[in-house]
């Protein structure tokens, strides 16, 4: 379904359904809305993970402390008294929600940069393909060689590990599999590399703040220059387009703008609001083609990320959608030697 949290009914029928076919760990993701409307009531949570609290969501939580406190319900009344809480030791909320959970009976595993954390990220060396990290679990160092790149995903595997370890597999074990580790298709997704060792990611990313968010963090990983391969949505905000423009223009190396669900609107039309905001890049309406344009232009210590559509497999143009996914046409156009 739509939702993060599924409804209790579904999420009750998926779980028994798991247990019936052996599955004896399941990790769901506890949004806001879901606690708040007690979906997640009834579930058995052995460990719970809190990662951040940034403003969002306030169209239906009203304000901040009605969000802080629908987040805080995961702890307070779902956690049982003996279970593990996993804390981001880095944030604001640390101090008061470990004062909460200690409170309820709680185990506390802290995680992040900070010196109090359990599980300490004590240095992050950005590689094209991933990352190096020197973690510190428990008192014992470890270096690390992660294929994920990007901070964000450095903690977010601490946060990972800390939930692992609460629900009982030895830390050597658990941290043993992180350079098994491969990300959610769609989302930072490496899908290749060209012959000359060039990686291509794909990304949902179809935003100013979340094409931020990933050029942001694909730099580091950049020896050479940073690509990137995008458009905007027909029949949506329109106001967003020279945004995108302007983030591409500013954060990347090379942009190339092309056409991403146009619907009903007039492609040429969406990638000039782009364009307008990005002087310097090249505007290649075909998808396809300007995925291949940008692949061809690659040189050694280049990363490249297309962006938009992520996990999609389609590309609405009027009221049809065409076959079209990011990660099949880029693989295609690497191995037809698409690349310098």
Do not use: W
Request: glycine letters at 10%; hydrophobic letters at 45%; one cysteine or more.
């Amino acid at each position: 379904g739509a939702l993060t949290t599924p409804d209790p009914v579904a999420l009750h029928r998926d779980l028994t359904e798991l247990a019936a076919q052996g599955i004896e760990h399941a990790a769901i993701e506890a949004s806001s809305h879901g606690l708040a409307q007690f979906r997640l009531d009834g579930v058995a949570v052995a460990a719970a993970a809190f990662t951040n609290l940034t403003r969002d969501h306030l169209d239906y939580h009203g304000d901040m402390a009605a969000y802080r406190a629908a987040k805080q319900r995961l702890f307070r009344d779902l956690l049982p008294p003996g279970g593990c809480a996993v804390l981001n030791a880095d944030s604001p909320e640390f101090a008061a929600l470990t004062a909460l959970c200690h409170s309820c009976g709680h185990r506390v595993i802290g995680y992040g940069e900070a010196a109090s954390a359990d599980l300490r990220l004590v240095e992050r060396l950005p590689r094209p393909n991933g990352q190096r990290i020197r973690l510190l679990s428990f008192g014992k160092e470890h270096a690390i060689e992660l294929p994920l790149v990007g901070a964000f995903q450095a903690m977010n595997v601490l946060a990972a590990l800390g939930l692992v370890i609460a629900t009982g597999t030895p830390a050597e074990t658990a941290i043993a599999s992180l350079p098994r580790l491969t990300g959610v298709p769609g989302r930072m997704q490496k899908i290749g590399e060209t012959a000359t060792g060039v990686p291509v990611f794909v990304d949902y990313a179809h935003t100013p703040d979340a094409l931020t968010t990933v050029l942001t963090a694909l730099r580091p990983h950049a020896e050479g220059r940073l690509a990137i391969v995008f458009g905007a949505g027909g029949d949506r905000d329109r106001g967003k387009r020279p945004l995108m423009g302007k983030v591409a223009s500013e954060l990347a190396d090379l942009v190339y703008v092309t056409d991403d669900n146009p619907r009903s609107e007039s492609p040429e039309e969406i990638r000039r609001a782009i364009i307008a905001a990005a002087p310097h890049g090249v505007e290649i309406g075909d998808r396809r083609e300007a995925i291949a344009a940008a692949i061809a232009e690659l040189r050694r210590g280049d990363i490249l990320v297309i962006a938009g559509k992520g996990h999609e497999t389609g590309q609405i143009i009027g009221d049809k959608v065409l076959p079209f996914d990011d990660a099949l046409a880029a693989r295609e156009v690497i191995a037809a030697g698409g690349a310098r």
